[in-house]
């Protein structure tokens, strides 16, 4: 009897724990700081309250600089009067130096001492060619700062900047050589804070209850924190995961806004239906921020480190009261304070000058950007769920009856057999295989669903495995984890273990995933991982991965999921494909397996305009190729939203629509012929720009650029651009304005720069630097070609981007006021790795004089491999030259061609009058000119 209640009470529990209702977001499910100790304890430090100073400092045999760092005893003191740390041991200082002006700083326990337990330093992050890059110090200089009693350590960093150790009081900061200005700094406010590890006294309790749930905490409180400045910052940015504005806003200080008072919390979650304008955490944790401001530029600081983080952006005016803290420069800055629950002090300080040169500093340490094929870069259609093989072709054919170009059909869990992995409902999906392939010859994919909850069914073979080799995260008792997901009772494969997570990849060979074709791709959800009956949703803090507690490396755990996932792709016996696998979770390094996307947001227009900010955070992170939900997951869209949606999502980095299985059916053609057509042409807008983005993500492959960028990126001395977020660069050449309320009649939109901006429908030309008004128009949403770019195109519309490989190019020239522009073109096969062993195309186009030139852009590799292709030029379009203007000479050929009225595009009713040349019939990758006549 009592099996069956209990049988009874689990099953109403998970139907309770899957209804959508249940899990809308919910302030009181999760911790706010007065509820998380370490929190509360960090913000309750007053300035000046760190004691500590450094010393014994030298350069080690490795060509670090090290020091130690005690508690400074005051004179006249009074035993009840002594700090902390006085009876704390000395922590361990480790500074070292990089190339490209990297400053990084460690702080940890001192090992030779014998701490009660050796704390989580985050592995397989870091990468190796960064760690190449190390400059060993050969001395050091000393110097006093301001009016201190005792000396500080300089060390070089590059030609512009130095290193500073202050000793005492114990400070980090790095500064301009020279002038002396500071750039960014560390503990300049007194707020440092680590907590050691120590035997448990007689009575203590470092038990941790929330909600019913206890948290053991068996190693008692570990948390650090400390306070980061930037020096001449108008804002700062970054931190993702957060559904804000791209500058954050203050949380501590006077004025703080409604809804701010809680620091930006960096936890893994799963957060359905989350709300905009909140500092709290979602899927992701990217503990990296960006500074910038007019004079100074741009800085930045990143703290590896994977336990829970909560971050403070300290207002104009947050220390008021307080006793000034003694500092040599008094100017502008923003104060932040920054705190962990565990780990070690991992930091790095990047020091720009420009917002590019700090995204490229930090990708320096985490990775670069994965270069995705070409399909992945095109439109995504998905559902929870598809219902069997019937839905997927008659979803497929529909797309081709009404001439909508899509590239991948996803699958998510209905498709498989009772929610376990890897397999498929034999009813539902009895051909896999052929239903795959019937995809593909139409040069489409499919993705299907993969998720770390593994059901605990000894008929289930992955289970079997998993759980006979013991690869499954443990509970405080050391026996296998079993919490509640999709499937029900569920464990959870330990992905910190490289031993697992090549057991995990070899599951996507086409042995082991029964029914899977190269034409498959994978899709990672629920991997912060999500735990319905678990506290917060996720997984207990005192879990066990080995001998490291899951609070050490919670936000990394969806991180080492995405990375065994990408690698089983690679292990896939089709060989040379690049991965495409799409994770919810992330972490830094997530740049070098794959996209990302925002999570289950919701139909309406607030979430519309927040996905915008949320995009460009997650690129200045280094994760471009990211996306929204187009339509919202949750929810109905009425037509305008949903047709606004597509036309700025066209311009995602990852572009998909998505929504909830109790949400109406919405595929393009559901909303009746005039929404169709809208929403047609707003897709093929992306297909048109395919070769523009691939270009793009090509450059964010090499530097780190994003692909979708803050408009102070790429006009950093430019203020009205700073609180721009709704606006926002595709690359360096095109500027977007979202629509970002229902029936709006006008839209304001401000063109920065000095150069001219060309409206992209009409190509009508608007002055740069100012702001202009426009009406709304139902056909898209504002677009604009910067004035001295040129952008490739692809104007033929096929099913799919694979169609579209042999199809010729339009390339557009958008002159400026000294009638010059530039552009470039990347291409390569679109799917293998052959382009790292120079098998691409990179062409370099240039305007001035009054002629077009073509040029290679890629360097000679010897014994490289080489790409061909055969593409043609097939329409060359100028903007800003003169109606008179009637032919060109193509040179070397010396044919002289016609320059006639043409339209900006091959759309309907979008017939603009711009100067054409049809047909030049130049090859793509060659050198060629056209001299205007």
Sequence with gaps: MKTSVNLIFNVVFLVLLISPSVFSWKKDEFRNCNQTPFCKRARSRKPGACNLIATDVSISDDGDLIAKLIAKIPENNEAQDLP??????????????????????????????????KRFEVPDVIIDEFLSKKLYLQRLSEEKIDNDVGFSSVVYLDNDYEGVLRHDPFEVFVRERGNGKRVLSMNSNGLFDFEQSREKTEGEDWEEKFRGHTDTRPYGPHSISFDVSFYGADFVSGIPEHATSLALKPTSGPGVEDGFSEPYRLFNLDVFEYIPESPFGLYGSVPFMISHGKARGSSGFFWLNA???????????????????????????????????AGVVDAFFFVGPGPKDVVRQYIGVTGRPAMPQLFATAYHQCRWNYRDEEDVFGVDSKFDEHDIPYDVLWLDIEHTDGKRYFTWDKLLFPNPKEMQNKLAEKGRHMVTIVDPHIKRDENYHIHKEASNNGYYVKDASNRDFDGWCWPGSSSYVDMVNPEIRNWWADKFSYINYVGSTPSLYIWNDMNE??????????????????GIEHRELHNAYGYYFHMATSNGLLKRENGNDRPFVLSRAFFPGTQRYGAVWTGDNTADWDHLRVSVPMILTLGLTGISFTGADVGGFFGNPEPDLLVRWYQLGAYYPFFRAHAHQDTRRREPWLFGERNTELIREAIHTRYMF??????????????GTPVLRPLWMEFPADEETFSNDE??????????????????????????????????RTGATYKGGKRHKFEVLEESVPSFQRAGTIMPRKDRFRRSST??????????????SSKEAEGELYIDDGKSFEFEHGAYIHRHFKFSNGKLTSSNAAPYAAGGKRFSTECIVERIILLGLSPATKSALIEPANQKVEIELGPLTLRPGWSPSVLTIRKPNLRIAEDWTIKIL
Excluded: C
Excluded at 86 to 96: A, D, E, M, T
Excluded at 690 to 702: G, H, I, K, M, S
Excluded at 727 to 740: C, H, K, R, T, W
Excluded at 803 to 816: F, G, H, R, S, W
């Design 529 to 546: 991982p999500s735990v319905f009956n678990g506290p917060e949703v996720t997984m207990p803090r005192d879990a066990l991965h080995g």
């Design 803 to 816: 169609q579209m490989e042999k199809d010729p190019y339009t390339l557009v020239i958008a002159l400026n």
């Design 84 to 117: 902390t740390e006085v009876n704390s041991k000395p922590l361990l200082l480790v500074v070292s130096v990089y190339q490209d002006g990297i400053l990084r700083l460690k702080i940890d326990e001192d090992q030779s001492l014998n701490p009660p337990k």
């Design 690 to 703: 395919l070769p523009y983005f691939y270009t793009l993500f090509r450059e964010a492959n090499v530097t």
């Design 307 to 341: 336990a829970e983080m909560q971050i403070d952006v300290l207002g104009s005016g947050w220390n008021a009261g307080e006793e000034k803290i003694k500092s040599p420069v008094d100017e502008k800055r923003i104060d932040t304070l920054w705190m962990s629950e």
């Design 727 to 760: 606006a926002f660069m595709v690359g360096n050449s095109l500027l977007v304005q979202g629509i970002y309320t229902q029936r709006a009649n006008h839209v304001s939109v401000y063109l920065p720069g000095e150069q001219s901006w060309y409206d992209m």
